[in-house]
């Protein structure tokens, strides 16, 4: 089966430009999450949704940073405009979740590796 | 509220050696747990998980980990380390909610000496 799909893998761009990543969850999945990983602040959760809906997005750092679910495959988070500090490796999971249960675990893809010259 | 501490950034055994990473937990709901691994250069992948019966969970790779609810500790072992362990591993703990969010650790990095 296809695991979380992740991309680019790798992108390199100056300050200033837009920057899309793009995630597609295993299919029948119903909550996705974008972290952002670096050496010095670790695994951050960024925003998750369920259903398609946001349900938190408390840990996006600003509002140069959005993120959408437009249907249950397919998953962007967008940075506009692009700043040194955003350079991280940017991950996105998901999961299946059924009634009050929350015991599956996420499914992470490979990540996107952001460089803001 | 949930919150993980792994004890130790770094921990480094010999191969061959008894491997044990240290995760305690707080939750105000009865605690799912995960430990997860994190190659390089890739996300991170599901080790073994915790949700409710027998308290030791076996997973993959040959390691286990042991649920103690009196001292909230759900600690990882492997008995002889590889090489292949080298690696950086996650403890988390999930919210109890449909959308499944989970509190991780900061992550303890595994060196395998030869």
């Known amino acids: 089966d296809a695991g979380v799909i992740q991309s680019p893998r790798h992108e390199v761009t100056e300050m200033g430009q837009e920057v899309t990543l793009r995630c597609k969850p295993i299919s029948g999945h119903n909550s996705l999450f974008w972290y952002r990983q670096t050496m010095m602040r670790g695994l951050e959760l960024l925003i998750y949704f369920n259903n398609n809906v946001p349900i938190d997005d408390s840990g996006m750092p600003e509002d140069r940073f959005s993120a959408k679910m437009p249907n249950a495959s397919f998953s962007t988070l967008k940075i506009q405009p692009s700043e040194p500090r955003d350079s991280a490796v940017y991950f996105c999971?998901?999961?299946f979740g059924q009634g009050r249960s929350g015991n599956q675990p996420q499914h992470f893809g490979d990540g996107t590796r952001l460089s803001i010259l | 509220a949930q919150s993980v501490t792994q004890l130790g950034s770094h921990v480094s055994v010999s191969e061959g050696a008894l491997v044990l990473l240290r995760c305690n937990y707080s939750s105000s709901v009865p605690p799912y747990l995960f430990w997860y691994v994190q190659y390089p250069n890739q996300g991170l992948q599901l080790l073994l998980k915790?949700?409710?019966?027998?308290?030791l969970v076996k997973g993959i790779n040959g390691f286990e980990a042991e649920f103690k609810k009196s001292e909230t500790s759900f600690h990882l072992t492997k008995p002889s380390a590889h090489m292949s362990d080298a690696a950086e591993y996650f403890c988390?703990?999930?919210?109890?909610?449909?959308?499944?969010?989970?509190?991780f650790g900061d992550g303890t990095t595994l060196t395998v000496k030869p």
């Open positions: 988390a703990v999930s919210d109890g909610t449909n959308a499944g969010k989970s509190t």
């Open positions: 999971a998901s999961s």
């Open positions: 915790y949700t409710t019966g027998a308290t």
